[in-house]
């Protein structure tokens, strides 16, 4: 199974892929749309779009996840990030992918263990989970650990799955 992540944001939108067999990850690619952050919002979202189509045309993931946003005190910033997230939602579902959207605290939980993990400790696990990977940058990690998050999700329904239908 080959798990796209992704982290929305307005000037930075990180992505990541992973391809999952069994308990095993592999690393795929990562990497980060960037927007112009002097363009309009309607061309900004447009080069994330562009972006994300071609990097999801490129690896051609079996299933997509998503960061979901916390509401902040500026509220013109909160609107944009979830124009953004609009963007990170609508290019898998697109592709005709099912997308899983997963709480900040659930993504750290489930890579480092505790849901009020620090940046640092999300990137250190994410390197001790994908061997070897070269991460492009903060957003690219956070959307690994995303990716990483969804593919423990999916191997626990599939096991509940089977368990379910073994007991019949």
């Given at each position: 199974m080959r798990v796209i992540g992704i982290d929305p944001g307005l000037r930075n939108l990180?992505?990541?892929?992973?391809?999952?067999?069994g308990v095993r990850l592999r690393h795929v690619a990562n990497g980060i749309c960037h927007s112009d952050a002097k363009a309009t919002l309607a061309a900004r979202l447009l080069d994330l779009h562009i972006g994300l189509t071609a990097v999801m045309a490129r690896f051609a993931p079996d299933t997509a996840a998503v960061e979901q946003t916390f509401v902040n005190k500026d509220a013109v910033a909160t609107l944009k990030l979830g124009s953004a997230r609009g963007i990170a939602l609508l290019v898998p579902a697109q592709a005709?992918?099912?997308?899983?959207?997963?709480?900040?605290?659930?993504?750290?939980?489930?890579?480092?263990g505790v849901g009020k993990a620090a940046k640092e400790q999300v990137d250190h696990m994410v390197r001790m989970q994908l061997p070897g990977v070269q991460i492009e940058g903060p957003d690219a990690a956070d959307a690994l650990a995303i990716a990483i998050c969804h593919a423990f999700h999916c191997q626990s329904a599939r096991q509940l799955a089977i368990a379910g239908g073994g007991a019949r």
């Open positions: 990180g992505w990541g892929v992973i391809d999952v067999d005709g992918l099912v997308v899983g959207e997963y709480a900040p605290n659930a993504v750290k939980k489930a890579v480092v």
